[in-house]
């Protein structure tokens, strides 16, 4: 079975600081990873994913993610906070022969200190 | 132009109820879904249909049932509604060969 573990329901930078968000997950089967983000009160979009290929995967608004299949972790980071990217961010795993299903972590509040 | 677009986006009812939520995607998608995010903002997987066949459904109590009329639209009726049916309910849509979701904005729940 495959499950996510996101470290922290909440994270707290300063404006312009890092941004790390942990995730890990387990797969008996290559995994399909994603970030998704969702704003209060808002469906979720989408960040970046990986299926194949590069490890290192750039999304939108300067999120990054690297998958490191030893450490069976996607880490999201953002080298410069920005006040608008106060949100949750929730990573997710699928896999080919799961029917497309996604199964998501818990989710990490992101708040932005001005 | 909405991608994945849900109605009602609030429905707020009394208890033993029935209600529907309507889905509909206009992105020329062959696989829709249904998820349930709780009050702890934990979201999981309930139904998804490809092409207005049902492929998975896990272990939802009976008193919810998916419809694909077809596979631009995935509609959820929910019989006898219950306090701890409260939550958000989100609508998926997807491409197999591109594995990636789109979301529709929610409905949010409220049985009183």
Redesign the interface.
């Given at each position: 079975a495959q499950s996510v573990t996101q470290l922290g329901s909440h994270v707290s930078v300063s404006e312009g600081a890092l941004v790390l968000l942990r995730c890990n997950y387990s797969s008996s089967v290559p995994p399909?990873l994603?970030w998704?983000v969702?704003y209060p009160?808002?469906?979720?979009?989408?960040l970046l994913?990986y299926?194949t290929g590069a490890t290192l995967v750039k999304g939108i608004n300067g999120f990054e993610a690297e998958f490191k299949k030893s450490e069976t972790s996607f880490h999201l980071t953002k080298p410069s906070a920005h006040m608008s990217d106060a949100a949750?961010y929730?990573c997710a795993v699928?896999s080919y022969n799961q029917?497309?299903?996604?199964?998501?972590g818990?989710?990490t509040e992101l708040s932005v200190k001005p | 132009d909405t991608a994945?677009s849900q109605t009602p986006k609030y429905l707020v009812t009394q208890m033993g109820n029935d209600k529907s939520i309507k889905c509909e995607q206009n992105l020329g998608h062959d696989?829709m879904?249904w998820?349930k995010q709780d009050s702890?903002?934990?979201?999981?997987?309930m139904f998804?249909y490809?092409n207005k066949e049902l492929?998975?459904n896990?272990t939802v109590p009976n008193r919810f049932s998916p419809k694909s009329p077809d596979k631009a639209h995935l509609n959820l009726h929910i019989n006898s509604l219950e306090l701890g049916d409260s939550a958000v309910y989100?609508c998926?849509s997807?491409q197999?060969i591109d594995?990636?979701?789109?979301?529709?904005?929610?409905t949010?729940l409220l049985v009183l």
């Open positions: 399909y994603f998704y969702q009160n808002q469906g979720l979009q989408l994913k299926t949750e929730f699928s029917g497309g299903k996604l199964i998501f818990q989710g | 994945v696989t879904y998820y702890k903002k934990f979201l999981k997987i998804s490809n492929i998975i896990e989100f998926a997807s197999p594995k990636t979701q789109y979301f529709g904005p929610g949010r």
